[in-house]
Each structure stands twice: as C-alpha cells, then as structure tokens.
C-alpha cells in the first residue's frame, strides 16, 4: 500500500521556460536519448500479436504492453516495479512509457539531413560554398569530392573540387594511386565539414565584405556569414548535418491499429523506417561481404534516399509510396502545416463550449464590441446562466434552470 501511495506522490514539478528552440542534435545525444538499438524491420509476430524482439514495437527497447506486466508474464504487479525480467529482458514499469522511449538505428554509412541540404539558401552549400548541384552530385554518388589534395603538385588539385568518375580515374592515372584522397557520398561531405574551422571561415568572410564593393558579393557574403554565425553561436557542429545515428520515435506515437477480420491499420512512418532498416542492413552485409564497390555505393544511395523519404517524403525527386500508390506520410509532414503538430495540437486545443456563426455587419456596434446571436450566447453561457438562477433562487436543479 505504502508503494501505491509513494507512486501518486510522485508529482512532476512544472517546468518554467521562455521558448522553445529546435537544433540540431550530436550523434552522441541520441544515443543518449536511446533506450536500445532497432535492428530488424519487423513489428509484430502476426500468430502470437507480441512485439518481434529488436523490432520497430521491441518491448525490451520501448516499454511493456501492459502495465507493470514484463512480455512472457514472468513478473506481474506493482510489486516488482522496476524489475527487469531475465528471462525478455523487459521492465517492469507502466505501458506509457511507450509514448516517451525512443530508439536509434546505427546507420552503416553517414547520410546527410535533408532539411539543411535542400532548405533555402542550403545550409550545407553556405557552410561548404558550394553550389546545392555539386553537394547532390556527391551525396547521390554521380561525382567526387577532393577532401584532401595530398602529394599533388601546388594548383593540380583543390580541397573542396568536383570530379566526375572519369576525370577521377585520369587524376589517378597522372598522380598515381594515394597521392590525394578523393571520396564519393555522404563520408566526403563529411569530412569537408570537419575539417572546416568555423571562426576563421567568419574572420575571413568579414574582412572580404570591408574590401568589396559589388553589391551582388555583398549579398551574398552576408547569406554565407548569417549560417556560419549561426552555427557559432549554437554550438553545433557543421558535421552533424550528416547523421551517423538516426533516432526511432516511441511506438505509440507511429502506432499499429488491429482492425475487424485480422487485418491491421498502420503509420506510414513504420513503412519508412522498415525501408531504411532494410536498406541499412543489406549495406552492412554487403560490407561485410566486401562487395564490388559499384554495388556498395548503389546500396548507400539507396540508404540515403530511405532516410530522406523518412525525414521529408518528395521533397527530393519522386515520393515513395504505399502499397495502394499514396505517397508516404513523412516525419516532415507531421510536424508542419495547419493539421501538423505543432498547429492542431499544442496551439489548438478543442473547447467544450464554441460555436461558429456567418459574420454580418453591425453599424451599431463599436469597433471594440463584437454581436452575437442570442440562441449561440444562451447555449455557450449556460453553465454560468444555470449559476446565476441557482444563487438568485429562481431554480433549484439544473433540469428547472433549463425550463426558466
């Protein structure tokens, strides 16, 4: 009994803030914010209807499906609260917990964040100065990227420079095998980003805005200085616009509803992250294989066109779709627009008494005062007109205010 009473005790104190501001998170906090790695796409065992283990719904990873109930039933009751069973390896806690535990996936190769790739201006073309044609052109393996000029003669080779796989094999032929470090995808970016020191980058972009005077340089200067300042103020890292880890969300916020004649109803986003766990496995095993390379680097494109269909679906190219061709709900659309998260659920919020009425003039009123029709007022101020007649005694219950 007392540990019942200690459990309602445990009142979380409101936290006090002013704003709320969305950044980019180090591949380290995520891991942080993680409770388990997903490592296969499936969800539930369709003869048992229990979460598979290591799954998109794992319950070892997310949380029991019942209330202080571990999966094979081995611990039950309040009583063995934060117990975790030998036997799943599940707590022992309340089912909630599967709208707050989040997961990760360790992706088997770096792939860049979509929002600061296609945003306008591209985050990550400002930061490297490159055009968003070129960082496409190496994210999706049509091209390569010099990270590193290495024994090239002064002027032959420049950090950051384009080449096609042609002009590639001839530099190679020229220089000969090591002499520079050139490299396809997501890993080159990368490196670029690294290497790149943000507070001489705005040192540098300052003292070339005193010297110019074309306004066209001005202007663009200025776009470049407002992200590198940014990003020095955030302290976040430029490298972590390519993401090593991608986080899972709890399962009951992407849930999977049983509906009548064994079928089930299911997010989108759970499509998504299957593609992406497909794709990143079938990488990792083709690693570890020591696949041809053309075929590798065709997985990897594949992995990062899966991630960018999860984050933001046909911002890029063709949207992926379902299995009746509607284009998947992304994690983007979810998050924006009217019926978004952010508008129809932490700014909106449903009212018991409202109404809506077709808006007509009133040359009697003042431009402060707003009319309203007297059967919408009668009903949206009835608990307080049922009020007033109880305290003036005209009537005694509800049922005779509503006759009054």
Excluded at 26 to 41: A, C, H, L, N, Y
Excluded at 60 to 82: A, H, Q, S, T, V
Aim: proline fraction near 5%; include cysteine.
């Amino acid at each position: 009994m007392k540990a019942l009473l200690d459990l309602f005790k445990q009142t979380s104190g409101e936290e006090q803030f002013d704003a709320i501001k969305i950044g980019l998170a180090s591949p380290e906090k995520i891991r942080s914010w993680s409770f388990g790695e997903v490592r296969k796409p499936e969800t539930i065992n369709y003869r048992t209807f229990k979460p598979e283990r290591d799954g998109l719904f794992c319950a070892k990873i997310f949380g029991p499906i019942k209330d202080y109930e571990c999966l094979c039933g081995k611990y039950k009751r309040l009583k063995f609260r934060g117990v975790i069973c030998e036997k799943c390896g599940v707590e022992v806690t309340l089912a909630k917990v599967r709208r707050e535990r989040m997961g990760h996936i360790e992706l088997a190769a770096p792939v860049a964040h979509i929002w600061f790739l296609k945003s306008l201006p591209s985050r990550l073309g400002m930061v490297l100065d490159m055009t968003l044609r070129d960082i496409e052109r190496v994210l999706y393996f049509e091209a390569y990227v010099v990270v590193d000029p290495g024994l090239t003669p002064e002027g032959a080779m420049k950090r950051g420079q384009i080449m096609s796989e042609d002009e590639y094999n001839a530099k190679v032929e020229e220089f000969g095998e090591g002499a520079f470090t050139a490299i396809m995808g997501a890993e080159g970016i990368r490196e670029l980003l690294r290497t790149i020191n943000i507070d001489r980058e705005v040192e540098s972009i300052r003292s070339e805005l005193k010297a110019t005077g074309s306004d066209a340089k001005i202007k663009k200067y200025a776009k470049r200085l407002k992200v590198l300042e940014a990003f020095q103020s955030s302290g976040i890292k430029p490298d972590w616009m390519i993401m090593e880890v991608l986080p899972v969300l709890p399962p009951e916020l992407r849930p999977l509803v049983p509906l009548d004649g064994g079928r089930f109803a299911t997010s989108d986003l759970n499509d998504l992250y299957r593609r992406v766990i497909n794709r990143n496995n079938r990488l990792r095993r083709l690693l570890e294989l020591r696949a041809p390379e053309i075929i590798v680097r065709n997985e990897k494109r594949m992995l990062q066109e899966a991630v960018d269909s999860l984050l933001d679906n046909g911002r890029r190219g063709k949207a992926m779709t379902g299995a009746n061709k509607r284009p998947l709900k992304s994690l983007a659309e979810m998050i924006k627009g009217k019926s978004g998260r952010f508008r129809q659920n932490l700014l909106g919020k449903r009212v018991d008494y409202s109404g809506r009425s077709v808006i007509v003039v009133g040359p009697t009123l003042k431009l402060h005062q707003c009319g309203l029709p007297k059967l919408m007022a009668l009903e949206l101020f009835k608990p307080f007109i049922f009020n007033k007649l109880e305290t003036l005694g005209i009537a005694t219950t509800i049922k005779a205010a509503k006759k009054e």
